[in-house]
């Protein structure tokens, strides 16, 4: 049987197609207010700064392409059982090839309709629009009439895939971290699911403050630290 392989991703891995990070210096939360395009609350008050926001990123994202790390987790699929948990909105893992993958904060390329008030974190999946690079602008309306929103978990809303998330990491027989900072919950606590007899490897270019110390950290870029990385898998 196949080992498995969870790889929990975000912004980094997607550093070297050209997608800006959002807390390196002069990432997207030195150039942007957090609570000014990012939270429930801006959508509430100011949507089409929200989609203005967003239509920038999708613009960003159908002019870049994946990059060698991203190929490699696609190419890992020959030898090993492998999902991704990303952070990320972008959709470079899937356009390289790898066919699991679970978006915990949503998908740039999709919208759904804005719903009631009072359950604006519940959608249904039948709901979700595929609109590729297209902008979505206010005044832009689903089926039943109701105002489109980027399929994007805000700040202040729930993460409906956690569940699902945690019940991966937690089969992992290799557990691999790369490129995030782990500074956003709960994405940032999913390690702690992962069982006391998997193997742990965080690639990033800075060292993380991580309370495992059965972690073994390759501290090197993205597209760098899978060379070194693959050299562990084949021992
Ligand atoms: P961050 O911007 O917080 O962290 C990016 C991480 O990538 C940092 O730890 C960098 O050191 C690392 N990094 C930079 N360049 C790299 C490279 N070339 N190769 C590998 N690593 C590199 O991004 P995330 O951790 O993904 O959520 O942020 C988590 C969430 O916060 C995002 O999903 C987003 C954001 O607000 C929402 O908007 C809901």
């Given at each position: 049987?196949?080992?498995?392989?969870?790889?929990?991703?975000?912004?980094?891995?997607?550093?070297e197609?050209?997608?800006?990070?959002?807390?390196?210096?002069?990432?997207?939360?030195?150039?942007?207010?957090?609570?000014?395009?990012?939270?429930?609350?801006?959508?509430?008050?100011?949507?089409?700064?929200?989609l203005?926001?967003?239509?920038?990123?999708?613009?960003e994202?159908?002019?870049?392409?994946?990059?060698?790390?991203?190929?490699?987790?696609?190419?890992?699929?020959?030898?090993?059982?492998?999902?991704?948990?990303?952070?990320?909105?972008?959709?470079?893992?899937?356009?390289?090839?790898?066919?699991?993958?679970?978006?915990?904060?949503?998908?740039?390329?999709?919208?759904?309709?804005?719903?009631?008030?009072?359950?604006?974190?519940?959608?249904?999946?039948?709901?979700?629009?595929?609109?590729?690079?297209?902008?979505?602008?206010?005044?832009?309306?689903?089926?039943?009439?109701?105002?489109?929103?980027?399929?994007?978990?805000?700040?202040?809303?729930?993460?409906?895939?956690?569940?699902?998330?945690?019940?991966?990491?937690?089969?992992a027989?290799?557990?691999?971290?790369?490129?995030?900072?782990?500074?956003?919950?709960?994405?940032?606590g999913?390690?702690?699911?992962?069982?006391?007899?998997?193997?742990?490897?965080?690639?990033?270019?800075?060292?993380?403050?991580?309370?495992?110390?059965?972690?073994?950290?390759?501290?090197?870029?993205?597209?760098?630290?899978?060379?070194?990385?693959?050299?562990?898998?084949?021992k």
């Amino acid at each position: 049987m196949k080992k498995k392989i969870v790889v929990i991703s975000g912004a980094g891995i997607s550093a070297e197609s050209g997608l800006d990070t959002f807390r390196d210096s002069n990432g997207l939360w030195a150039n942007h207010k957090i609570e000014e395009v990012a939270t429930i609350e801006a959508w509430n008050r100011n949507p089409q700064l929200v989609l203005n926001f967003y239509n920038k990123r999708r613009e960003e994202l159908s002019k870049v392409r994946p990059n060698a790390a991203h190929l490699f987790l696609a190419e890992l699929e020959s030898k090993f059982d492998v999902d991704i948990i990303t952070q990320n909105v972008d959709n470079l893992h899937e356009r390289a090839g790898s066919t699991r993958v679970l978006h915990l904060h949503g998908e740039l390329t999709k919208v759904r309709p804005e719903n009631s008030y009072n359950d604006k974190d519940s959608y249904s999946e039948e709901s979700i629009l595929d609109i590729r690079y297209e902008n979505v602008n206010l005044g832009d309306l689903a089926v039943n009439g109701s105002q489109l929103r980027p399929h994007i978990v805000f700040f202040g809303e729930a993460v409906p895939k956690i569940e699902r998330a945690i019940d991966l990491v937690s089969k992992a027989d290799i557990l691999l971290i790369i490129g995030t900072s782990l500074s956003v919950y709960p994405a940032a606590g999913l390690y702690r699911y992962a069982s006391f007899d998997s193997k742990i490897y965080i690639i990033n270019p800075e060292k993380l403050d991580v309370d495992n110390d059965r972690i073994i950290q390759i501290q090197a870029t993205a597209t760098e630290g899978v060379k070194i990385l693959e050299q562990y898998l084949n021992k």
